[in-house]
T-cell receptor, first 117, second 112 residues
């Protein structure tokens, strides 16, 4: 497996534009996570899905952020409209349902570096 | 959610053993302790996980005292390639529920 695949790797956009980040999780993984990383706030969990269903979106900062998972092999994180303070690296990760209870090994993608100017 | 506290940074010479301690005073009965490693421009990578006592794998050891209020990641004989940020996480996974929050991490610099 190629691991978690994110696209694009880099995105530069103007304030007010819509931004869509994409993620392909590892095949067979039941959990999918979206994280945001900045120098000031570190790694923040935005939302996670279990079997394509959003379970906890309490980390989504504002209504401008939305995430979908239409099927087991694809997820998107959308920001509309984007603002300069959204500039960050966005990571997608996936994890298996199976295995020992308590297992929290998640596999991360390479991330998307978003710059909003 | 249990909060974790770890040193912001550490320096070590090549070949030394490095121990990074994480405090998690309000760890819950269900919580596991997990460590991740992150290199620049990459996503975090799982290193090791434990619940109590000692866990060892091919890259690290994890020591957890009986009260589980802290844990120590031990990296034997570090090399320059171990320079990275190390995160301690406390959380758990059950069917339909997943609690996993990253702290600020410890930046380890290995010096030749």
């Amino acid at each position: 497996d190629a691991g978690v695949i994110q696209s694009p790797r880099h995105e530069v956009t103007e304030m007010g534009q819509e931004v869509t980040l994409r993620c392909k999780p590892i095949s067979g993984h039941d959990y999918l996570f979206w994280y945001r990383q900045t120098m000031m706030r570190g790694l923040e969990l935005l939302i996670y899905f279990n079997n394509n269903v959003p379970i906890d979106d309490s980390g989504m900062p504002e209504d401008r952020f939305s995430a979908k998972m239409p099927n087991a092999s694809f997820s998107t994180l959308k920001i509309q409209p984007s603002e300069p303070r959204d500039s960050a690296v966005y990571f997608c990760a996936s994890s298996l349902e199976g295995g020992s209870v308590g297992n929290t090994e998640a596999f991360f993608g390479q991330g998307t570096r978003l710059t909003v100017v | 959610l249990a909060k974790t506290t770890q040193p912001i940074s550490m320096d070590s010479y090549e070949g030394q053993e490095v121990n990074i301690t994480c405090s998690h005073n309000n760890i819950a009965t269900n919580d596991y302790i997990t460590w991740y490693q992150q290199f620049p421009s990459q996503g975090p990578r799982f290193i090791i996980q434990g619940y109590k006592t000692k866990v060892t794998n091919e890259v690290a050891s994890l020591f957890i005292p009986a009260d589980r209020k802290s844990s120590t990641l031990s990296l034997p004989r570090v090399s320059l390639s171990d320079t990275a940020v190390y995160y301690c996480l406390v959380g758990f996974r059950r069917a339909g529920s997943y609690q996993l929050t990253f702290g600020k991490g410890t930046k380890l610099s290995v010096i030749p």
